[in-house]
């Protein structure tokens, strides 16, 4: 299957917006769901579906998709979001679920 | 209280087996697909392996079919993935976690994940 490919890292200085790629085969075309890992931490469910927010995740992280890339984007930046950011998608093509290779963003 | 909590985890030699757990609580467990997501060191997230609601259908990640085999227990409100034949590249925290919405047949998200068991194959 397809890993989705994803910058290694991504730096914004607080108060910025942060976006953070996701790319692959028709990404455009399949539901798109977004994670952020701190370190020795369980991952956190940010975006799913594209551009819904669990309960609990501030309005400032929002998702779209186009084509063949997905994109995450944090707005106003805290000290907080500093995190790596995974995507995640079900490969049609393996009937697997395949997460991106993963973003280190890092807070200036 | 809505949770997952992972167990089972250890170290083991190469070509050895262990069999990790997944007990969940405050929410209907037989309504949601369960999955097990890993992490090898300093490494991203791996899905290794899904079990719909019901149990009528499993999807394993390649590298470990015929070797790992998820299953769940509804009426014990607990999932499982029983792992023979390990081998270092399987070293990884092992994450449970549950599909977002009820009834779901793939395509979905895991909104809910345990604090992970941790997996060492020496060698």
């Known amino acids: 299957s397809d890993v989705p490919t994803q910058p290694p890292s991504v730096s914004v200085a607080p108060g910025k917006t942060a976006r953070v790629t996701c790319g692959g085969n028709n990404i455009g075309n399949k539901p798109v769901h977004w994670y952020q890992q701190k370190p020795g931490q369980a991952p956190v469910l940010v975006i799913y579906?594209?551009?819904d927010r669990p309960s609990g995740i501030p309005e400032r992280f929002s998702g779209s998709t186009s084509g063949n890339a997905a994109t995450l984007t944090i707005n106003r930046v805290e000290a907080g979001d500093e995190a790596d950011y995974f995507c995640q998608v079900w490969d049609t093509s393996s009937d697997h679920y395949v997460f991106g290779t993963g973003t280190k963003v890092t807070v200036l | 209280q809505v949770q997952l909590v992972e167990s089972g985890g250890g170290v083991v030699q190469a070509g050895g087996s262990l069999r990790l757990s997944c007990l969940a609580s405050?929410?209907?467990?037989?309504?949601?697909?369960m999955t097990w997501v890993r992490q090898a060191p300093g490494k991203g997230l791996e899905w290794v392996a899904l079990?719909?609601?019901?149990?009528?259908?499993?999807y394993y990640v390649d590298s470990v079919k015929g070797r790992f085999t998820i299953s769940r227990d509804n009426s014990k409100n607990t999932l499982y993935l029983q792992m023979n034949t390990l081998s270092a590249e399987d070293t990884a925290v092992y994450y449970c976690?549950?599909?977002?919405?009820?009834?779901?047949?793939?395509?979905?998200?895991?909104?809910?994940w345990g604090q992970g068991t941790k997996v060492t194959v020496s060698s």
């Open positions: 079990m719909w609601y019901d149990g009528s259908k499993k």
């Open positions: 405050g929410f209907t467990f037989s309504s949601f697909g």
């Open positions: 976690a549950r599909e977002t919405r009820e009834f779901s047949m793939s395509y979905d998200a895991f909104d809910m």
């Open positions: 579906y594209d551009n």
